[in-house]
C-alpha cells in the first residue's frame, strides 16, 4: 500500500494530502465550477471539466506548472523530472512496462497516460481516495514506498532553495500568483509548487482525434476499417463501451455537467495465483486501500484516447500490444501457465461480469484495433505548448 512518510516535514505533506490551503476537495457552485476564465481549448461538444475552487486554473499557473513538469532539480537526485516517465510523444507515458524512480527503484505500476486527467473521477491505478491532482502530485514527489522523485525531510529544503533563487521561477510565481508575493516562502511554498503542477497537468486537453473529426462530420477521416472497429467496439458482443464509455473513452469521467459521478474500478481476470481471484502482493489493486476481499484485482478502467500510443497496456504493463489486449478480452481474462504468477484468470471468481469472452474473426479484431488507433490525437503529442519548456531556453 502505498503511503507517505508523515515526520515534521510530513506535517506539510500531510497538510497537502488534506487539501489545505490549494485544496484537493474539489467544490461545485450553481454553474457547476469555479469561474476562472481559462481556455480550456476544446470543441463546444466537450463540456467542461471541474476546477477546484481553491486552485482555479490560470494561464499563469499552466505556464509555471510546466516548467516545473520538467524540471529535474524536482527530485532527490536532481536526475528526474514528472516528465521523465511522461513522455509528450507517447501521450505522457514512458513505454516502459513499470518506470523507475530517482533512486533506481522500479515502480509496481506502468506509468498512466495524463491525456484528459482533467475530466477523471480518480487519478490512479486503484486509489478511489485520489480524487484530484492536487492529491495524486504529492504521491510521486513525497512517497517513500516506492521512491519516485524522492523528496524527503533531508533534501526538501535544499530543493525548495534552488528552485526559490532562479530568476526564471520568481517571474513566473509572481504571475502565477499575484496575490502571494512570497509564494515560494514559508511553509505555503510546496502548495504553490503543487499548485502548479497540478494546473498545467489539468490543461493537458486531447480531443482532436480522426474519431474526432469523423464525428464532427468529416466522413473520410476515419477509414471503413475504422468504423466498422467502431460498430463492434460499440455493441453487445464485445461489450467494450461498458468500461470505455462516453467522449473520454472511460467510465470514470466527471464535468461540470453531473451532479452524481462515479468512481468504478474492475478486475479484468489478468490474474488468479491462488485460485481464489489472488493477484501479485504489490498489485493487488483497491484491495491495497481498502482490505475488503471483493476489491482484490481491481483497477481503474484507462482513457482509450491515444491508446496506441501508450504500449504495453494493463496496470503491470504485462500486455504489449493491442492486439494481445483484444485477444485477452476475446478470452474472457488470461491463463498464465509459466513463471511466478501461474493461474487461470479467466476463472476468476471476482472477475468484472463484463469480462466473459466473445467470439471475434481474426479480420475483426484487426478492425477493432484500427478504431482504437483512430483515437490518437497528432496534434496533442506535437503540441509545442505541453512541450518541455527548458529545452527552448
Known amino acids: 500500500m502505498f503511503r507517505v512518510t508523515i515526520t515534521s516535514f510530513g506535517v506539510l505533506v500531510c497538510c497537502l494530502l488534506a487539501g489545505c490551503p490549494t485544496g484537493s476537495e474539489t467544490r461545485i457552485d450553481d454553474e457547476g465550477a469555479s469561474a476562472s476564465g481559462f481556455d480550456w481549448r476544446v470543441p463546444a461538444w466537450v463540456p467542461l471539466p471541474v476546477e477546484p475552487a481553491d486552485n482555479a486554473m490560470s494561464e499563469e499557473k499552466f505556464q509555471l506548472g510546466r516548467h516545473l513538469f520538467y524540471d529535474t532539480r524536482l527530485s532527490g537526485g536532481g536526475n528526474i523530472s514528472c516528465g521523465s516517465c511522461h513522455h509528450q510523444d507517447k501521450a505522457f507515458t514512458d513505454a516502459l512496462p513499470r518506470s523507475f524512480g530517482s533512486t533506481g527503484e522500479q515502480h509496481p505500476r506502468n506509468a498512466q497516460p495524463l491525456t484528459n486527467v482533467a475530466w477523471m473521477t480518480t487519478l490512479t491505478w486503484a486509489n478511489p481516495s485520489l480524487a484530484t ?3 495524486q502530485i504529492v504521491v510521486p514527489l513525497f512517497g517513500d514506498r516506492p521512491i519516485e522523485h524522492g523528496i524527503n525531510e533531508s533534501n526538501h529544503h535544499i530543493i525548495l532553495a534552488v528552485i526559490r533563487n532562479d530568476p526564471v521561477y520568481q517571474r513566473l510565481f509572481r504571475a502565477a500568483f499575484p496575490e502571494f508575493p512570497n509564494a515560494l516562502q514559508g511553509e505555503d511554498a510546496w502548495n504553490h509548487i503543487v499548485a502548479g503542477l497540478a494546473s498545467f497537468v489539468r490543461g493537458l486537453v486531447s480531443f482532436d482525434s480522426a474519431f474526432d473529426r469523423y ?3 468529416q466522413i473520410t477521416a476515419m477509414n471503413e476499417s475504422a ?8 455493441g453487445e458482443r464485445l ?3 461498458h468500461c470505455h464509455e462516453g467522449y473520454n473513452f472511460t ?9 452524481v459521478v462515479e468512481r468504478p474500478f474492475h478486475n ?3 490474474y488468479n495465483i491462488d485460485g481464489r481471484g489472488g493477484y501479485p502482493e504489490e498489485n493487488t489493486g483497491v484491495y491495497e486501500v481498502s482490505g475488503r476481499d471483493f476489491e482484490m484485482g481491481a483497477f481503474r478502467a484507462p482513457s482509450l484516447r491515444n491508446i496506441a500510443l501508450t504500449a504495453p497496456y494493463m496496470h503491470d504493463g504485462t500486455i504489449a500490444s493491442l492486439e494481445e489486449v483484444v485477444r485477452t478480452y476475446a478470452a474472457g481474462g ?3 501457465t509459466e513463471g511466478q504468477f501461474v493461474g487461470d484468470g479467466r476463472t476468476n471468481p471476482l472477475k ?12 475483426e479484431i484487426q478492425d477493432v484495433i484500427a478504431f482504437l488507433e483512430s483515437l490518437t490525437d497528432e496534434s496533442f503529442v506535437t503540441n509545442p505548448r505541453f512541450a518541455n519548456p527548458w529545452e527552448s531556453m
Open 133 to 135: 491532482l492536487e492529491q
Open 215 to 217: 464525428s464532427a462530420g
Open 227 to 234: 468504423r466498422r472497429g467502431m460498430q463492434l467496439f460499440n
Open 239 to 241: 461489450e467494450c463501451f
Open 251 to 259: 467510465n470514470s469521467t466527471r464535468d461540470r455537467s453531473m451532479t
Open 268 to 270: 479484468t481476470g489478468l
Open 334 to 336: 488470461r491463463n498464465v
Open 352 to 363: 468484472d461480469s463484463f469480462i466473459a469472452g466473445f467470439e471475434i474473426s481474426e479480420s
